[in-house]
């Protein structure tokens, strides 16, 4: 098993609670949340719905709701909840304790939300 490779993309307070902020990555385009309590998670940022900006979602609780159809996701997992079917892509994100500094793996799905850097 490889070790994932970290990169860093700013603070925590860089993105607004109950927000969103997008990446550009050669992977496609990434929006990475961060909820009322401060937990960040990070997922492609298009409803497998229709195709909608996840990151201009309302965020609430550890969901956000599509603006296109209100679709609600799972920042957790990615999966849809209620009638709708289908999956976002999550990424596994650690955040260091004492810089607040948010760090991103494209190798590596999400299994947990929130991680801390090791020291």
């Known amino acids: 098993m490889t070790t994932p490779s970290w990169h860093r993309i700013g603070l925590v307070?860089?993105?607004?609670?109950?927000?969103?902020?997008?990446?550009?990555?050669?992977?496609?385009?990434?929006a990475v949340f961060r909820t009322a309590d401060d937990r960040v998670f990070a997922m492609e940022d298009?409803?497998?719905?229709?195709?909608?900006?996840?990151?201009?979602?309302?965020?609430?609780?550890?969901?956000?709701t599509c603006p296109l159809h209100n679709a609600v996701i799972s920042l957790e997992n990615g999966a849809m909840k209620g009638p709708d079917e289908g999956?976002?892509?999550?990424?596994?994100?650690?955040?260091?304790?004492?810089s607040e500094t948010i760090e991103i793996s494209f190798d590596a799905v999400a299994a947990e939300p929130f991680v801390e850097a090791a020291e």
């Open 13 to 30: 307070t860089d993105i607004p609670k109950r927000g969103a902020r997008c990446l550009n990555t050669p992977l496609g385009r990434v």
């Open 46 to 64: 298009r409803c497998p719905h229709k195709g909608g900006p996840l990151s201009q979602g309302i965020v609430h609780d550890r969901s956000v």
């Open 87 to 98: 999956k976002v892509k999550t990424f596994a994100i650690r955040i260091d304790a004492k």
